[in-house]
């Protein structure tokens, strides 16, 4: 498997429109190259630091689609009737949010 370059990711701007605008997911899959990141229905990968971005909006929550609890796979936008939080759970492990101030 080759390894991936700068053109072989979707852009920020792109991968936020297609979630926030058409109905679009961030999904967290694992291949044999390790874990990748992509939006959906485009199946276009998108570069970690990309998806930490998009996951971390406020209007954009996770589907707590994960085979363990805590463990999401999807994100996606927040809809008008969505009255679910974020919290740390809701973040893949490297991606916790820490509160330093206490």
């Known amino acids: 498997m080759k390894k991936p370059t700068a053109t072989d990711y979707l852009s920020t701007e792109r ?3 297609i979630v926030l605008h058409r109905n679009g997911r961030v999904m967290r899959t694992h291949t044999a190259a390790g ?5 959906i229905p ?9 998806a930490q971005q998009i996951i ?3 209007d954009v929550v996770p589907s707590e689609d994960g085979l363990f609890v805590g463990h999401t ?5 927040r809809s008008a009737s969505d009255a679910r939080t974020i919290t740390n759970r809701s973040l893949p492990g490297s991606f916790k949010l820490t509160n330093s101030g206490n």
């Open 15 to 17: 991968a936020i429109d």
């Open 73 to 77: 796979q999807t994100w996606r936008a």
């Open 35 to 39: 874990a990748e990141w992509f939006v």
């Open 56 to 58: 971390r909006r406020i």
């Open 42 to 50: 485009a199946g276009a990968r998108i570069k970690p630091y990309d």
